[in-house]
């Protein structure tokens, strides 16, 4: 047989670093040990109140962890026979509340089991069936502001009474969207270095006094913040992608193979996940059929599939006739806007504390 030569391209996806969940239990990290076959299992979670965990092998008498590690260890017998272990894991609040209990299923195969067929191969510890996500980040990590007690004055005082009837993080976020559309129509321009230098409230304020124009740089930050001194998580993110840029200090122009432009999402606590929302775009949402609401990276993938972007739709805000609607992207006045800002090859840069 005669083989092209080739070489092997890795997927590797950073996603759930990007989009976490709240997980009552998740795993940090697993990590071999020197002696013997072991295993170190870190688990976190994300319930505010908690204590400890408590976790069972083999359905053995339960134990608690106070930091999360737990230590799994397998016999070395020389034995053509893979060993098994089953661990469950709850997490424990201060006033004894548990968790659903989470499930990990590791098992060990020795070299034996492989030489007794003829092949020469390493023994294997691997983590087979579990529930428990494997989580680097938590959606708190991703809110860099934290709003000061004048900033929470201003949104409440602003965009209030918007929200007083709207239930679920999306409803509101989607209510104080379209406060904000409405606020800054009109006011819409290249932004100068100026207002630029103040803070979102302020460029907010600047803007409707008609001092200078806003863009999606300065529309991201004030959505943003005012999402968060109104107690509805929402992150800032932007695309761009460089290709030649200029010297340090050099004047003139650069060249990019993708148009640069700010973007949000907030993160529903009531379903669990990230929502991409534009007030700069005046949409409120994306859906695919009736699936969603769309993170931006679904978004992102849709829109760039012929056969997944002609079911992509749109949930948009028209501040003339005051009216929202649900409209294909493949019609929507916004079409050649997104199919520029999220093309196939953009670039998305996110904030994650350090």
């Not at 034995?79 to 201060?94: C, F, K, P, R």
């Not at 509340?97 to 691997?126: D, E, F």
């Not at 004048?150 to 009837?165: H, K, P, T, V, Y």
């Not at 379209?178 to 803007?207: M, T, V, W």
Request: with cysteine.
């Amino acid at each position: 047989m005669n083989e092209t030569p080739y070489r092997i391209v890795t997927f590797e996806s950073n996603l759930w670093e990007l989009y976490p969940r709240k997980e009552d239990v998740y795993l940090e990290s697993v990590n071999r040990l020197d002696g013997g076959v072991t295993i170190e299992l870190w688990a976190g979670s994300s319930l505010e109140d908690l204590s400890h965990f408590t976790f069972s092998v083999n359905s053995e008498d339960e134990q608690n962890s106070r930091d999360g590690r737990i230590v799994l260890r397998f016999v070395e017998r020389g034995e053509a026979i893979h060993q098994e272990t089953l661990t469950t894991i709850q997490a424990v609040t201060g006033d004894g509340s548990r968790s659903r209990a989470y499930t990990l299923n590791v098992n060990y195969y020795p070299r034996a089991l492989y030489a007794a067929s003829g092949q020469s191969a390493p023994g294997w510890v691997i983590v087979r069936k579990t529930d428990l996500a494997f989580a680097r980040t938590q959606p708190g990590d991703f809110l860099l502001i934290e709003p000061t007690e004048e900033e929470r004055m201003f949104a409440n005082s602003n965009w209030g009474s918007q929200l007083q009837e709207t239930t679920g993080d999306h409803d509101r976020a989607t209510s104080l969207a379209i406060a904000i559309i409405k606020g800054l129509e009109g006011c819409r321009g290249i932004p100068s270095d100026k207002i630029n230098a103040l803070s979102p409230f302020d460029q907010y304020d600047y803007a409707r006094a008609r001092k200078g124009g806003v863009a999606c740089e300065n529309i991201g930050p004030v959505f943003s913040l005012a999402c968060n001194a109104m107690d509805i998580p929402c992150r800032v993110l932007s695309m761009f992608r460089s290709h030649q840029e200029r010297a340090p200090g050099e004047e003139g122009w650069e060249l990019r193979l993708s148009e640069g432009h700010v973007t949000t999402e907030i993160f529903s606590r009531d379903l669990n996940q990230w929502i991409w929302i534009d007030p700069n775009f005046y949409i409120l949402g994306a859906f695919l059929g009736e699936e969603g609401p769309l993170t931006m990276l679904e978004l992102h993938l849709f829109l760039n599939n012929p056969n997944r972007a002609k079911n992509l739709r749109l949930k948009c805000y028209d501040p003339d006739t005051d009216e929202i609607s649900m409209e294909p992207y493949t019609t929507c006045g916004m079409r050649d806007s997104l199919s520029n800002y999220f093309k196939q090859d953009q670039f998305f840069h996110f904030r994650l504390k350090e």
